[in-house]
């Protein structure tokens, strides 16, 4: 990429010349699509990011929110997603350790990730090298910095055949005497940098992400893709606790996209300041770097502290205590932001019209149209044995088996339920943590499939007796300069913001990577949605079966296909099912629910229908034998807000949905170890073991 005439022109008038190389690629980077959100801001607003429990909403490195008076969490998502298609291992590496020193800048631990995986169809050779690639890279640098990874989903489509997406969420934890923002406080402090030294890796990387993916991208962009040093960022997470602990930070920045010229700018920005900058100053790792290299390599594990100047020797000895580097690199002033190298003053403009001047796009949109319904006739069984044995709705065990999620002995429910629950007993609560989306829902209707997606995450939570707290997105689409594109995307923006009001869960921040296209064409739009949510409790009803009571679905017990892994395995096409009106009551009641004492296990329906909920729920010890209505509706619709609930008490739940949802019975749990579905007049019938054959492809596939 390169500045166009237009930026240029912008930046002649305002600084009354033409601007030096760096100053020209400095724009050039933080005033692209992956910095400015210049297609994705106008529409932004949609979001509600307040509520009482809001400390910091967005805008900063991570969101901040309380869940008492005196202990807080962040919140952060990113995607590494063009990255992760040019070198996988590397590329989903440093997504994980960009977020987490996200989370660091505001002066928290990190407690927990979710890891949101896309990629082209599973029979894919490329796509399975990538899924390898990808999940390695995670697992290598979230089990080597002690931070577990405890959530997520993935997902297989033809259309992220030339353009996966990874999109990483982190969880923080913090007391609030703790909190630091990336405000800048006072001319005069000094400005630190912390961490790895500066190389060449990663040059280029803000605007490697605002383009659409070349062909010879595996091989030409490769150096754009920073290289990780999990090690190191370990001995920088507990660098960072000492300095927050004694009280020695000011504000932080993490050098991520633009690398210090985005972080350095960017925080003296946002306190409306300047800075002085002397880029000799830099450690490095490399020799013989110039100006422009210094300024916007996006080399890892590095952070940008203020620090008053009494306090710049005691992070010197800490840095030198975790055998970090650590150079005092300049100072903050009340003027312009200005970088030297040799002598030569090489940057001078405001940072304010560095981090805010990009001109907003306005692009055209299409609104996108539902399909004709057109369904297939199949065979029950067969249709069971396809969507069952899916790789979208199969065992996700292959990928979080590799995570180590028992780090830091908070995880009270571990991966491979409706969501993870973290023991936060300082504040002696539980903490649900979930993260997805699916992009068949959105490829049929992207406004009503973005809604289904937060009303999914909610009740991923809600099963798990978990009030929603709040959430973070990360919007992924393809180039907005289409109108096609750009109007799918402006559906998953209202989508989401539409139904995250409707539930009272503010959306205190997130992401946005557009221009995820390829020769291949255009991704689907994609909202990951990462939500939290509270319990009193640390532990959390069951998804399995106990073989012990009454069977009952809650919510309508069939709707449309459009969407459904159903028609994604057989063919054909169908509208998006109807969502509930009342969704936040739903949730609510679902919370009640799951709380009961007479609930012995509970799990939501989503990705499959009930037919994959139901199986999920069988093992070796609890079957089940059920009775629907002879449709396909009834085994395969996915609409969301819904779940199948194993209770003594089932007067209990039915009194908690009156006037809220339908309540149906389905049938009973027992001890035969298999899952046996009478669907009209058909009998279906499989073990317990011939269940987890079908679901066990990815491993059968991969190991």
């Known amino acids: 990429m ?84 040019v070198d996988p291992y590397d590329g989903a590496a440093t997504g994980v350790g960009g977020i987490v020193r996200d989370t660091l800048s505001m002066g ?3 407690i927990a990730l979710a890891d949101s995986l896309y990629f082209g169809g599973f029979d894919r050779e490329h796509s399975r090298y990538l899924l390898e690639g990808v999940v390695e890279g995670i697992a290598d640098y979230g089990n080597s910095i002690g931070v577990p990874t405890v959530a997520g989903s993935t997902q297989f489509h033809p259309d992220y055949e030339g353009n996966p997406l990874v999109n990483v969420a982190c969880v923080g934890l913090l007391s609030a005497d703790r909190l630091v923002t990336a405000n800048a406080q006072e001319p005069g402090n000094k ?7 500066t190389g060449r890796d990663g040059l280029g990387g803000a605007s490697f992400a605002s383009e659409d993916l070349a062909e010879d991208a595996e091989t030409e962009d490769r150096p754009a893709v920073q290289v990780g040093d999990p090690y190191t960022e370990k001995l920088l997470i507990e660098a960072n606790e000492e300095l927050v602990d004694d009280d020695l930070v ?3 920045r993490d050098l991520g996209a633009a690398g210090l010229g985005g972080a350095s700018s960017e925080l003296v920005a946002k306190g409306g300041l300047g800075a002085d900058i002397e880029l000799d100053r830099v450690h490095q790792r490399e020799p013989n770097m110039n100006a422009l290299e210094i300024l916007l390599a996006e080399s890892q594990e590095r952070m940008c502290y203020e620090v008053r100047p009494e306090n710049v020797d005691a992070v010197a000895d800490i840095a030198e205590k975790y055998d970090l580097g650590c150079s005092v690199i300049g100072d903050v002033t009340d003027g312009n932001y200005v970088c030297t190298f040799e002598g030569e003053t090489v940057v001078d403009v405001s940072a304010e019209f560095i981090g805010d001047g990009a001109p907003m796009n306005d692009l055209p949109a299409e609104e996108p149209t539902q399909p004709e319904t057109d369904l297939p006739k199949f065979d029950l069984g067969d249709a069971f044995e396809a969507v069952v044995g899916s790789p979208n709705c199969a065992s996700k065990q292959w990928v979080y088996r590799q995570y180590d999620h028992e780090v830091q002995t908070r995880t009270a429910t571990p991966p491979g339920d409706d969501s993870a629950m973290m023991a936060i007993r300082r504040a002696e609560l539980g903490l649900a943590f979930t993260s997805g989306a699916n992009p068949h829902w959105t490829t049929v209707s992207p406004y009503d499939g973005a809604r289904a997606v937060a009303l999914e995450n909610a009740t991923n939570l809600a099963v798990k007796g978990a009030e929603p707290l709040a959430a973070v997105d990360c919007l992924n689409g393809g180039n907005p300069e289409k109108p096609d594109v750009y109007g799918g995307f402006s559906g998953i923006v209202n989508g989401l913001a539409d139904m995250c009001s409707e539930l009272d869960v503010p959306v205190v921040g997130g992401n946005v990577s557009l221009y995820n296209d390829s020769p291949s064409g255009p991704i689907p739009p994609t909202p990951t949605l990462a939500m939290t949510g509270t319990t009193a409790e640390y532990d959390a009803p069951p998804a399995q079966f106990s073989g012990q009571g009454t069977l009952l679905l809650v919510g309508e017990s069939s709707g449309a296909l459009g969407g459904s892994e159903y028609l994604a395995q057989m063919g054909g ?41 139901l199986a999920e729920m069988v093992s070796a010890d609890a079957g089940a034998s059920v009775s629907l209505p002879d449709s396909a509706e009834s085994l395969f619709s996915e609409l969301p807000g819904r779940a199948v609930v194993e209770t003594t008490t089932p007067d209990a739940v039915e009194e908690a949905f009156e006037k809220i949802a339908p309540v149906t019975e389905l049938g009973t749990a027992d001890e035969s170890g298999a899952l046996e579905i009478e669907v009209g007049d058909e009998t279906l019938r499989w073990s317990a073991e011939e269940i987890a054959e079908l679901r066990d492809v990815l491993a059968r596939e991969l190991d």
């Open 2 to 85: 390169s500045l166009s005439e237009s930026d240029r022109e912008l930046v002649v008038a305002e600084l009354g010349r033409d601007p030096t190389p760096a100053e020209e690629t400095l724009f050039e980077n933080l005033w692209s699509e992956h910095c400015a959100y210049r297609s994705s801001r106008p529409l932004l607003s949609a979001f509600d990011s307040e509520s009482e429990d809001v400390v910091i909403g967005p805008g900063d490195d991570a969101a901040v929110v309380a869940l008492n008076d005196d202990t807080y969490i962040t919140m952060g998502i990113e995607s590494h997603n063009h990255p992760s298609y």
């Open 191 to 197: 400005l630190v940098l912390v961490g790895n030294g």
């Open 250 to 252: 000011e504000s932080a």
């Open 573 to 613: 096409s169908d509208r998006f099912p109807d969502l509930p009106e009342n969704a936040s009551e739903v949730v609510s009641a679902l919370v009640s629910v799951a709380t009961q004492d007479g609930t012995l296990a509970v799990h939501d329906v989503s990705d499959g229908g009930l037919a994959v909920t």
């Open 108 to 110: 928290a631990y990190p």
